[in-house]
C-alpha cells in the first residue's frame, strides 16, 4: 500500500485483500462510505510506526488506521 505524497503527510488507497478493507471501513466510520478507486486516508489516521518514511511513504503490511478525533456533540451544537 502506498500513497500520494505530500512534505507532511500521505494518502493512503484502500486496500484490495477483502478482510482487512473491511477492517478500514470499520475503523474510518463514514455512514454510506463508498469506495472508489480514488479514496484513500489520511496518514494521520495511522499510528507513526506503521508509516514507513522514505521519498514516498508507504504502509507496513496490515496497517489499518486507527486514529480518529471522536466529536462529542453538546446541546448548544444543536441550537
Keep these: 500500500m502506498s500513497g500520494n505524497f505530500n512534505s507532511a503527510i500521505s494518502f493512503h488507497h484502500f486496500p484490495k485483500e477483502e478482510t482487512l478493507r473491511k477492517i478500514w471501513i470499520r475503523n474510518v466510520r463514514r455512514d454510506n462510505l463508498v469506495i472508489k478507486r480514488t479514496t484513500t486516508v489520511c496518514s494521520r489516521h495511522f499510528v507513526s510506526t506503521d508509516v514507513i518514511q522514505g521519498g514516498q511513504r508507504r ?10 478525533v471522536t466529536r462529542t456533540i453538546s446541546v448548544t451544537d444543536l441550537v
Excluded: D, I
Design 59 to 68: 504502509l507496513k503490511e496490515g496497517a489499518v488506521p486507527v486514529l480518529f
